[in-house]
């Protein structure tokens, strides 16, 4: 007896339904959604071209608007912006992904969290690299390969950044010895943990700074800075201007 043959299956062009759709905004719905999903896009010149309500609010803005157009050097500190900047230029020379980079975020109550950062390549309708695109996500200490000791110093920072910390103090809380917890650390963020410890006070400050009426002797405190006159020289090097200017000219422009 013999067997019959299956009836072969319907040849199905995926490639053909998805050019029949319209371009980006299936996108946007859908990236508009998850809660705790901050997603963009930006083009060759590392001006943003896209966001979702997520992350205009990480960058302290309100509105799109407030976003299109601008660039990291106009949210973040000058080291961190220049890390984003190179890293948008790594990813449209090589055309390769980057895959979960960790960063501090504020948080209304004062504290930090960290979230991964994934980069993209795009590409336009004849595959040229023309910008990248983003997504950042809240991590925790069960979706990270950071090392477990790291990521709990790392919450603590998050928490603590007012206080006095040392790295004697930020390694015991690793359980690891201070060289092998800047090691690890190190190997995970591509900085020393005091000079990630500032760029989380900076942070904190420019937060301060633009969701407050504080002095700016209080928001130095408050972010663990020694003084007034420590903040601003921090926040100098970092941002490219004063404290009072920075608050002046952000709230003129509001």
Known sequence: ??????????????????????????????????????YFAKDEQGRFVQANPQFVRMLGAKRLEEVIGKTDLDFFPLEIAARFIADDRDVMTTGEALVQHIEPVPLPDRTFIWRGLTKVPLRDTSGRIVGVAGVSFRLHGENTTCHPGVFTAMEHIGKHYGESLTISDLAALADLSPRAFERHFASTFKTSPLRYLTTVRLRAA?????????????????????????????????????????RLAHAQAA
């Open 1 to 38: 007896m013999s067997l019959a043959h299956p009836t072969p299956a319907p040849t199905f062009d995926a490639d053909a339904f998805i050019r029949r759709l319209e371009p980006i905004r299936h996108y946007e719905q859908l990236l508009a959604s998850p809660p705790d999903i901050a």
């Open 206 to 246: 420019r937060h301060l700074l633009l969701t407050t009426a504080e002095s700016l002797a209080d928001i130095a405190t408050a972010c663990g800075f020694c003084d007034q006159s420590h903040m601003t020289a921090q926040f100098s090097r970092a941002f490219g201007t004063t404290p009072r200017r920075y």
